[in-house]
């Protein structure tokens, strides 16, 4: 039921006569009319001699739920009835509570009472949501009525209150407080108006959903991908850091804004800022709002996109609706839009303050100031870039800030699977080919680095989806393909089909801007930093500028640098006064662009055995020309002086790695490095994997698929992978994490200790067959996080512990029917009785003998 339809129902002939229940006849009600009141005295249910009773507090909730819903609902009745007792709890007096718009002070009655809602289905939960709001709308306009003191001290509250229950005449038409009084004891009430707002609000809403249930990529031109998705298939849910990120941990978006009556978000480009507004648009709309956003149900969503009126201003009122795109907005009752904000009822949602233009901005924030103070309870989320704008940009008026946290790999995986969800949709009939480009790209994206480094927001992995459906599962032959399809995307095309025109008075095309930003690019690389000061970003500008004159007759260096910042989404301010990529795989890719640019090849050469310059080489492999290819790969098979011999390995293996990213290349060089790597990339010994393993991360992007070897050959990868201390080898580890050979199972539950415990344990060791596998225990988070599992049959003790910290963290004690200690406890082992299905006791051949050994356990001395 909307909000309309009820207060229809609960006309104020039918509500006031409840409403004045609730307060005493006597007393309070007609003295001290001089100064406030508290509500605790003026409530007639309360007190030494309550007027109301409690049963007669239940029929008076019971009168307003059946007058709402046509019939009867205990439940309902009793989460009302509760609710309506917290007027006696709220600490507040009668000017108090009118001082406040309807809306937040049924917030704080339901805060009184959390559980009351809680116990209501999501429809039941909703409509006593609703209620509530209407009780509370009247109880404030029967404190107006009841005294002149608050009437006159509170004249605009009383007006409004007078508009929300009698209609937008009752204002010019009420009886002055005098008269009120007299009406608030019994006196005749004023008859509403007739007017229907209900099928407008209802189709308001279906229109709004309609209009932005759909997720769009902006600047992808693919032959076989739509850039428009359902929102609703699509939408992955996203983190925001509230508060200090570097003290609280990231939480849902909806949790962090749960409470908030006005954020401001950060975002950088991509981060997700328009999607989460058109998100909270949509739910609002179609209330499926999650529990954490319940106080937001039952509002009206105003979704406005700076953009539309970045130089004009925030529009008022009567122009909102053309504002957010809805259709035949002429046909919106009167005031509708007025109305609901003075009701305290709408949900606006400010999308991209930095698409108004600099000098506008300033202005912008004067205008939310201003409108939060006239229309108060109404809810506000604003979005910008973190650059646009200064820290506490609206600490001012009252907003918190939030910013969207980088995606999580288990972010990403879910948004590829609902990408490929939102797809199947599009096309039912490639729902098999689909599943396959999903499977192969969940597979690439956690194996290949550069995939991976690059997955880290909604727009590159929107990117990554459709140009992987558009090369028919194929992501990409060369990364060279993907980079440049992502700088169209973010430097030109953009904005561009945004219909962005230039808000900070600096149009430059795509080449310029590339340029640019690689003299950026190229400062970082060859100092080593992945930051520069701003003041050294804009004298490096500066310097170059010159030379680019379409660059530099849009503005000097100051001003060209804050439309690379604000305006290309390769850059950001980590903090004031300091600038970097925003993804660190974009600074890769344009410094390499410089340095071949620069032809200064033996500059890569002269760092090739250094980890920070692998992915730069490797691009550059893909941008330079034949010979330029082929020079640099000899240049890293031949020996340099002062290398060692690992790192002259780590070369060779470089230099495997970049020879798919070579476009053309001589067969003879070609040769030349599947020569000298082949036997160091598919070992043949266990000794050999594990020396392949030394080398480092960049080994995973060679190796072969673990799902096409057999067995023999997967144990040899399973030691190649486990003898890489990175996390990153835990990502191709999952493609062996199935098999039922035991030999490869034991290497990959023995690593364990080499990896981030919580996270090897949900993504490999909860995989494993238990069957005659032991796991091992090094440390008490490892025991936790098999206690997390359910526990396991079979534990290896290969870390130190007191039988005691044993007895206490092996959950479930009965589940345990195989111990192996790896070390003498130097006590008695009388402690093993703890667990009724132990049969077996494994010790180190090593480890005295034992003593105190349960009998029914067999010990066995390996």
Known sequence: MDPTSLAARLAPHTVDPLVRKLFRSDGPVTELVGRPVPIARLVSFAGEKPELSEAGLDDLAASLVEQATGGNDPALAAALARTLRALAETGMDDVDAARLLPAEFARRLCARVPEAARRLPGDRARLYGLLVDVVARHVLYFFTRRSPYVAHTLAEQTRTLAELIHGPYAAATAAPPDRARSEAVGGPAVDEPAVDEAAFEEEYARRTAALHNHLT???????????????????????????????????????????????????????????????????????????????????????????????????DPETFLDAVGHQDADRAPAGWTERVLAEGRALLLVDGVDEAPEDEREQLRRKLGEWTGRYPGNVWIVTSRPSAVPGNWLAGEGFAEVALAPMSREDVAAFIQRWHRAAALQRPADLDRLADYERTLLNAVRITRDLGRLATNPLMCGLLCALHRDRRGYLPHGRKELYDAALSMLLERRDRERAMGAPDGVELTRQPKIQLLQKLAHWMLIHGRSEMDRATAVATLAEHLPAIPDAARQGGPEEVFRHLLNRTGLLREPTPGTVDFVHRTFQDYLSARAVVQRHDFTLLLEHAHHDAWEDVIRMAVALARPDECAALLDGLLAPHPGVRAAEARHRKLLAAACLEHAAELDPAVRARVQRFTRDMVRPGTPSAARALGWIGPIVLEMLPDPADVPDREAVLLAITATSIADDMAIDYLTGLRDRAHHDIRAQLAGAWRRYDTARYAREIIAHLDPAELYFPVSGPEELQALRRLGGRPHLRIAGYFTPDQLVEGIVPAEGLTRLWLAYDLGVSMEWLSAFPKLDTLRIGHRIPPVHGVPDGIRVVRR
Request: charged share 25%.
């Open 217 to 315: 990529i902006y600047g992808i031109d693919l032959a076989h991908s739509p850039d428009s998705w359902p929102l609703d298939a699509a939408y992955l849910g996203l983190q925001c850091e509230p508060g200090s990120p570097e003290d609280d941990p990231p939480l849902p978006a909806e949790r962090a804004l749960a409470g908030r009556g006005r954020v401001l978000v950060r975002g950088v480009a991509g981060s997700g800022k328009t999607t989460l507004l058109q998100w909270l648009t949509v739910a609002t709309a179609r209330d499926e709002l999650p529990e954490a956003l319940v106080e937001l149900r039952g509002r009206v969503p105003f979704l406005l996109p700076v953009r539309r009126f970045a130089r004009a201003g925030l529009p």
